[in-house]
C-alpha cells in the first residue's frame, strides 16, 4: 500500500484524517444540485426551474440507493486490504467494475423507459412536466456515469484512501458549473441543458478517475491476470450493498410521504420544511461523513483481526459527531429564521423553518451516536440488520408520529418536528440491543 493503511497509527488521528475528505466529498455532492437551481433560475424560467427541482430529487433518490449498493465494493474491497489478500482485492476491483457497469446499463433503459410515468408519479406542474420528463430522461441515459463514479469512490475508500474521491468529486463540481454557464446559460437549454451538464461532469469525473487507475492501480500491486470478475466477491458485494441499497430506497419514499403530510399544513409551511430539510441535509454531512469513515476504518480493522481497534474507531466517531451535532443544534435552536433566510428572503416561510428546526434539530445532537454504529456494522458486514434498523425507524416511528402529529388540533411545526429524533433514539436503542447480543455470542 502506497498510504499507510487504516489499521496502524493513532486512533483519532487516523479516523479525521479519513474523514474530513469524505465531509469535503459530502458537501460538495450536497452543492451540486443547488447549483444547477440556481444557474437555471438565472437563466430560464419557473417551469425549468421545477423541473430541475422535481427530476434532480429523483434522479438525487437514485443515487442514494447506487451508493448504498457500494458500500458492498467498501466493507470487501476493506476486508481484504485489512487480510493483506490483494488477490482477493484485485478480483473485488473487477467484479465492483463488471457488475456496476451491467448495473448502469440495465438501470439506464429503465430509467429513459420509464421517464414520463416516473414525472407523472412526482405530480410535476402541469406546464413542467415535458421538461421534468426530458431532464430525468436525460439523466437516465447518462446514468452510468454516475455508477461508475459512485463505484469507483467506493472502492477507493475501501483501501482507505479518501482524498482521491474528494479530488474527483471537485473535478465534477467545476466541469458542472461550467457547463451549466455553457448549456444553461449560453446556449440557453434550460433544464435539459443542465441534466446533460450533470451527466457530463461526471463522465468527466470517471475519465479522471481512469486515468488515475490506470496510472497507480489502487494503491497495491496488481497483475492483469487476477484482475478477474469472481461470483464469490459479486455474491459478497450484493450481500452488504443490497440491504443498504434498499434502506436507501425505503427512506427516499420516506421523505415523499412525510413532505406530503406537512403540505397539509398549507403552502408556507410546506415551504418552510423544505428549507428546513435542506438545512439538515447540510448540517449533517458531519455524522454522515464519521459514518462512511468508521465503515471503511472498521472493515480493514477487522480484516485484520483488530476488533478492539475497529471498537475503539466507533466511539471516536460518537465523541466527535456529538460535540459537532451540538454545536449545530444550538446555532440552528436559536438562529433557525438566519440560516433559513440563506435559501429564501420570505419572512413567513423562514419562521416556518425556524419553528421546525427547533424541534428537528434535536437530532443532530444524538444522530451521529446511531451514525457511529451503523458504520462499525456496516465494516462487520452487518449491513442487513443496518437497513432493518433504518427501515423499522421510519415506518414504525418517523412516518406514524409525524402524521399523528398533523392530525393534532392546533399542532405546530414545532411538534411535528420531534418525529425524527424520536426515530433516532427508536433506531439507537434497538442497535444497542443488538450489538449487545453479538457481542455476547462472540464470547
Same mark, same amino acid.
Request: proline content about 3%; charged content about 10%.
Given at each position: ?190 433544464? &435539459? =441543458?443542465? #441534466? ?5 461532469? @461526471?463522465? %468527466?469525473?470517471? +475519465? *479522471? !478517475?481512469?486515468? /488515475? ?123 433557525? &429564521? =438566519?440560516? #433559513? ?5 420570505? @419572512?413567513? %416561510?423562514?419562521? +416556518? *423553518? !425556524?419553528?421546525? /428546526? ?86
Amino acid at each position: 500500500m502506497k498510504d499507510t493503511p487504516l489499521t496502524q497509527g493513532t486512533v483519532w488521528k487516523k479516523l479525521l484524517l479519513f474523514a474530513m475528505p469524505i465531509m469535503g466529498a459530502n458537501l460538495l455532492q450536497a452543492m451540486y444540485g443547488t447549483v444547477d437551481l440556481m444557474v437555471v433560475g438565472l437563466f430560464a424560467d419557473a417551469a425549468q426551474v421545477s423541473a430541475v427541482s422535481t427530476g434532480s430529487m429523483t434522479m438525487q433518490t437514485i443515487t442514494g440507493i447506487i451508493t448504498g449498493l457500494t458500500m458492498g465494493c467498501t466493507v470487501q474491497l476493506g476486508h481484504a486490504i485489512g487480510m493483506k489478500d490483494y488477490r482477493m482485492a484485485s478480483r473485488t476491483v473487477a467484479s465492483s467494475l463488471t457488475l456496476f457497469i451491467v448495473l448502469g446499463l440495465a438501470m439506464a433503459g429503465l430509467i429513459v423507459a420509464a421517464a414520463s410515468p416516473i414525472a407523472a408519479v412526482m405530480n410535476a406542474p402541469a406546464e413542467a412536466l415535458e421538461s421534468t420528463t426530458g431532464y430525468i430522461r436525460i439523466c437516465g441515459a447518462g446514468v452510468i456515469a454516475i455508477v461508475l463514479f459512485n463505484a469507483i469512490s467506493g472502492m477507493f475508500r475501501g483501501i482507505g484512501d479518501s482524498r482521491t474521491p474528494l479530488i474527483l468529486m471537485g473535478v465534477a463540481c467545476v466541469a458542472n458549473i461550467l457547463g451549466d454557464l455553457l448549456l444553461v446559460g449560453a446556449f440557453h437549454m434550460g433544464s &435539459a =441543458g443542465a #441534466a446533460a451538464a450533470t451527466i457530463a461532469a @461526471q463522465g %468527466v469525473s470517471v +475519465a *479522471a !478517475a481512469a486515468l /488515475l487507475v490506470r496510472k497507480n492501480d489502487f494503491g497495491f500491486e496488481t497483475r492483469r491476470e487476477e484482475l478477474r470478475p469472481s461470483k464469490k466477491e459479486t455474491l459478497l458485494i450484493l450481500q452488504y450493498g443490497l440491504p443498504i441499497a434498499a434502506q436507501e430506497a425505503l427512506t427516499g419514499v420516506s421523505f415523499m410521504v412525510i413532505l406530503a403530510i406537512l403540505n397539509t399544513f398549507g403552502l408556507i409551511a410546506s415551504a418552510g420544511v423544505g428549507v428546513a430539510e435542506k438545512l439538515c441535509g447540510l448540517m449533517f454531512i458531519i455524522p454522515g461523513a464519521m459514518m462512511s469513515a468508521v465503515s471503511a476504518f472498521s472493515a480493514q480493522n477487522i480484516g485484520a483481526g483488530r476488533e478492539a481497534r475497529a471498537r475503539q474507531g466507533m466511539f471516536v466517531s460518537m465523541g466527535v459527531s456529538f460535540a459537532m451535532g451540538l454545536c449545530m443544534f444550538l446555532v440552528s435552536f436559536f438562529h433557525g &429564521a =438566519g440560516l #433559513a433566510g440563506l435559501f429564501t428572503p420570505d @419572512q413567513a %416561510v423562514c419562521a +416556518a *423553518a !425556524a419553528d421546525y /428546526l427547533r424541534s428537528y434539530s434535536v437530532d443532530c445532537v444524538i444522530v451521529g451516536f446511531n451514525f457511529s454504529m451503523m458504520g462499525y456494522l456496516n465494516g462487520m458486514g452487518r449491513t442487513g440488520f443496518v437497513a432493518l434498523q433504518g427501515i423499522l425507524s421510519t415506518f414504525l416511528v418517523r412516518i406514524p408520529v409525524s402524521w399523528l402529529m398533523s392530525r393534532l388540533p392546533e399542532v405546530t411545526l414545532f411538534q411535528v418536528g420531534f418525529a425524527t429524533p424520536l426515530a433516532t433514539v427508536f433506531a439507537i436503542v434497538i442497535t444497542v440491543i443488538y450489538l449487545y447480543h453479538i457481542k455476547g455470542r462472540a464470547a
